[in-house]
């Protein structure tokens, strides 16, 4: 069985930053594709990043790039999530996804066939 167990949230002054941890079971973490999204109220879920644990292909939405960095621990069979810059539009609830042996993986709900039960971000003015 896949589990993934997505921690790390929490609140933060603007400006701040945050790790967000996906730890991974049942996985073949080595052909994975591993991705964040976020869902904030009445918006629909958000693609932010992924990793390719393959072949170490990452991608970022707009929205995120330059401030947020995605990263994996093998050993661990975890993904990271590193925040920074954070402003009030980030808050949300985050949740990390994976998918198995995905050629071309995209930030796309459909995708994933995995998902964590997400972590609270909340971000102060």
């Known amino acids: 069985e896949v589990q993934l167990q997505a921690s790390g949230g929490g609140l933060v002054q603007a400006g701040g930053s945050l790790r967000l941890s996906c730890v991974t079971s049942?996985?073949?973490?080595?052909?994975?594709?591993i991705a964040w999204f976020r869902q904030a109220p009445g918006k629909e879920r958000e693609g932010l990043s992924l990793i390719s644990t393959s072949d170490g292909r990452t991608l970022y939405a707009d929205s995120v790039k330059g401030r947020f960095t995605i990263s994996t621990d093998n050993a661990k069979n975890t993904v990271y999530l590193q925040m920074s810059s954070l402003k009030p539009e980030d808050t949300a609830v985050y949740y990390c996804a994976a998918v198995e042996g995905l050629v071309y993986p995209r930030l796309l709900n459909s995708l994933y066939d995995y998902w964590g039960q997400g972590t609270q971000v909340t971000v102060s003015s």
């Open positions: 049942g996985l073949t973490f080595d052909d994975a594709a």
